[in-house]
């Protein structure tokens, strides 16, 4: 966990000498799901997607983040349909097939169906 921390520090301050730098708040996004602190992480991307709304990186990764805090399940699914049908590749489809984050939303009832639609 210590090294995520200090990966997390680090991405802080690259956020801090590049207001704009994207990446960095993804990455900070990233570090504090993996530390367990995921509604901070959902903080974190929803800052980014105020200030690109297109990141597809970020759509997935709110995706992920309210699937495993077990909010809005559609809004959830929304998010992960956005970065699979913008992506051009199957990128985000082929993640999207076996990230454990996503399992809410498998098994959810408003959208297991889309789920497996979405991913075939």
Request: with cysteine; aromatic share 12%; hydrophobic share 45%.
């Amino acid at each position: 966990m210590e090294q995520f921390e200090k990966a997390e520090e680090f991405a802080r301050i690259s956020i801090q000498l590049q207001p704009q730098f994207l990446l960095g708040y993804n990455q900070v996004s990233v570090l504090c799901h993996r530390q367990g602190k995921t509604a901070k992480a959902l903080a974190v991307i929803d800052e980014l997607l105020e200030m690109e709304e297109g990141f597809l990186m970020a759509h997935y990764n709110k995706a992920c983040y309210l699937s495993v805090l077990g909010y809005d399940a559609l809004e959830a699914f929304g998010h992960l349909k956005f970065a699979v049908k913008n992506m051009g590749n199957d990128y985000f489809r082929n993640l999207a097939s076996s990230d454990p984050d996503l399992d809410w939303l498998r098994m959810n009832s408003f959208t297991a169906k889309k789920m497996k639609q979405l991913l075939k």
